[in-house]
T-cell receptor, first 114, second 116 residues
Framework: DTEVTQTPKHLVMGMTNKKSLKCEQH?????MYWYKQKAKKPPELMFV???????INESVPSRFSPECPNSSLLNLHLHALQPEDSALYLC?????????????FGEGSRLTVL | DQQVKQNSPSLSVQEGRISILNCDYT??????FLWYKKYPAEGPTFLIS?????DKNEDGRFTVFLNKSAKHLSLHIVPSQPGDSAVYFC???????????????FGKGTKLSVKP
């Protein structure tokens, strides 16, 4: 099983809503990532978890709140988002937190904030 | 300022010919480079990588070349097939480049179209 599964695939929410994006992997990977990708832009790192602990927060606004309940799951809680937060949110995992390992990406969750 | 640049947003190639996708980087601390391929409605998929201690890495139809002095890498696909049509992202990382460990810096991507 070499998949990273993200749900939902599409999400539309208002600025006052609270929603969550979910990511799951069963490859035994110990590092998991959230990337944000806007149209015609490269993916940009948001958060990194290593061994279920938050390792990196790339100055992401507090309206995005990550959570890693266990080694297989990664959530991104969304609250009071802005229309400019509309983007493709990509989850990824790697065997370990290192600079020489390939990342396995999910299909992404397409978020639209109205 | 972009640290990883893919200056060609698109490339069109005839089936059976060679596709060459280019990538330039500015930070000399990068020491590991990867290519990802992305189909519409899918996440990026790892394709091939190269460490800075090498200048070439080959995997089947895919070869990546690294020119450290020019801070340039390229991905060669030969022969190109219609199924290769996708967006190709170049990415770089480095233990000491000053960024966060585990952070891949991506280029904007090049959309490859292989025509039958």
């Amino acid at each position: 099983d070499t998949e990273v599964t993200q749900t939902p695939k599409h999400l539309v929410m208002g600025m006052t809503n609270k929603k969550s994006l979910k990511c799951e992997q069963h490859m035994g990977h110990r590092a998991m990532y959230w990337y944000k990708q806007k149209a015609k832009k490269p993916p940009e790192l948001m958060f990194v978890y290593s061994y279920e602990k938050l390792s990196i927060n790339e100055s992401v606004p507090s309206r995005f709140s990550p959570e890693c309940p266990n080694s297989s799951l990664l959530n991104l809680h969304l609250h009071a988002l802005q229309p400019e937060d509309s983007a493709l949110y990509l989850c990824a995992s790697s065997r370990l937190l290192a600079n020489t390992g390939e990342l396995f990406f999910g299909e992404g969750s397409r978020l639209t904030v109205l | 300022d972009q640290q990883v640049k893919q200056n060609s947003p698109s490339l069109s190639v005839q089936e059976g010919r060679i596709s060459i996708l280019n990538c330039d980087y500015t930070n000399s601390m990068f020491d590991y480079f990867l290519w990802y391929k992305k189909y519409p409605a899918e996440g990026p998929t790892f394709l091939i990588s190269i460490s800075s201690i090498k200048d070439k890495n080959e995997d089947g139809r895919f070869t990546v070349f690294l020119n450290k002095s020019a801070k340039h890498l390229s991905l060669h696909i030969v022969p190109s097939q219609p199924g290769d049509s996708a967006v190709y992202f170049c990415a770089a990382s480095g233990m000491n480049y000053g960024g966060s460990q585990g952070n891949l810096i991506f280029g904007k991507g090049t959309k490859l179209s292989v025509k039958p």
